[in-house]
């Protein structure tokens, strides 16, 4: 039974005096060993042996990179505003035995060593920048920290604000004043939108009317050319059809009564060439010797002169008034056999 509990007590001090000696180191970890209370060695990953009773295991550093988030902490602007901030910084130990021996809590320096510093740096700072200025902020945090802590065996890879917080009464007039801005902004973008809109009318009207006119012109050119062409072929046709006087004093009288059409008329114009018709049909109807050689004659077209003042016809109150010219013009004749001249008339004669 003695044999049982001393073998069992031998079997225990070794599995003691076995886990001791044999350590295993995970990676990215380092172990500071000290012999009999004094720094011997740091341990780096993989299997060590160390000297049961002798040596010890001082700390279990991690030399992977951290993380640490600090709580908001007041800081006065240089225009004497209070602002609340939040740090983010990233470390990672280069030195484990730096890190032990150095300080006692690297974490505590490093976060008062942070506030400190960002209370130097945005003092010097309006809110204006510090709200628009947050790498150069980062930037001098980072240098500072890093040379700081490079004497505890820390390196300080990248600071960040993670929040910057005015006080409310600031944040509502900066609210107002963003807000003013998008309006501002909205409105003239609205104004612009408004002159491209009325460029872009009155563009388009310039161009309606232009094409309209275009239009309008080229159908009066068109209709133009096509009474030119209907009296030119009336003119033709009249040409070739060879009209005696008689037919054209006929056509002539047939005409009068449009001419008098319409109770708005108080004035019209009669050609001149009405007296020569009236003149042949008296001829004709009157049975003188010249009869018989009016139904023969034709009558060549000729061009009417520049200057031949018309015969104007007023009617008023009813009662139509032709004055005539003095001496009516007379177009030439083509005839077969000249007939005699017809006795002289007068201007009332010819009424």
């Known amino acids: 039974m003695i044999e049982l509990v001393v073998l069992g007590l031998f079997l225990l001090f070794a599995l003691v005096v076995l886990f001791r000696t044999v350590r295993i180191v995970p990676?990215?970890?380092a172990l500071i060993i000290e012999r009999l209370g004094r720094y011997s060695r740091t341990l780096e990953g993989g299997i060590h042996f160390l000297i049961p009773f002798v040596d010890k295991v001082r700390a279990n550093v991690d030399l992977r990179e951290q993380v640490v988030s600090f709580p908001p902490q007041p800081v006065i602007t240089s225009d004497n505003l209070v602002v609340n901030i939040d740090t983010v910084i990233y470390y990672s130990v280069i030195d484990a035995k730096s890190?032990?021996?150095?300080?006692a809590n690297f974490i505590q320096g490093i976060e008062q060593l942070t506030v400190t510093t960002l209370r130097n740096v945005i003092g010097s700072l309006d809110l204006e920048e510090t709200l628009t200025s947050?790498?150069?902020?980062?930037?001098?945090?980072?240098g500072v920290l890093d040379q700081e802590t490079g004497r505890w065996g820390i390196r300080v890879n990248r600071v960040e604000l993670k929040a910057i917080d005015?006080?409310?009464?600031?944040?509502?007039?900066?609210e107002k004043q963003m807000r003013a801005e998008r309006d501002k902004r909205a409105a003239v973008?609205?104004?612009?939108?408004?002159?491209?809109?009325?460029?872009?009318?009155?563009q388009g009207e310039k161009e309606a009317q232009i094409l309209r006119a275009e239009g309008s012109a080229q159908a009066r050119v068109l209709e133009a050319q096509g009474q030119a062409q209907a009296i030119q072929q009336v003119f033709?046709?009249?040409?070739?059809?060879?009209?005696?006087?008689?037919?054209?004093?006929y056509q002539y009288l047939q005409v009068l009564p449009q001419l008098a059409r319409g109770d708005a008329n108080k004035m019209w114009i009669i050609p001149s060439e009405l007296t020569d018709a009236l003149r042949g049909v008296s001829s004709a109807l009157g049975g003188?010797?010249?009869?018989?050689?009016?139904?023969?004659e034709w009558v060549e077209p000729a061009p009417a002169p520049a200057a031949a003042p018309p015969i104007q016809r007023a009617k008023q109150f009813g009662e139509p008034e032709i004055v005539g010219d003095?001496?009516?013009?007379?177009?030439?004749?083509?005839?077969?056999?000249a007939p005699p001249p017809p006795p002289p008339r007068t201007p009332d004669s010819a009424q």
């Open 27 to 29: 990676q990215q970890t």
């Open 99 to 103: 890190a032990v021996y150095e300080i």
């Open 134 to 142: 947050r790498d150069q902020i980062n930037g001098q945090l980072r």
């Open 166 to 174: 005015p006080p409310h009464s600031v944040q509502d007039s900066m």
């Open 189 to 202: 973008l609205t104004a612009e939108g408004v002159k491209q809109s009325a460029i872009l009318t009155a």
């Open 236 to 249: 033709d046709a009249i040409h070739r059809g060879k009209p005696t006087q008689r037919l054209l004093a």
């Open 288 to 296: 003188n010797s010249s009869g018989a050689a009016l139904e023969e």
């Open 326 to 337: 003095v001496h009516p013009p007379t177009h030439p004749v083509t005839q077969p056999v």
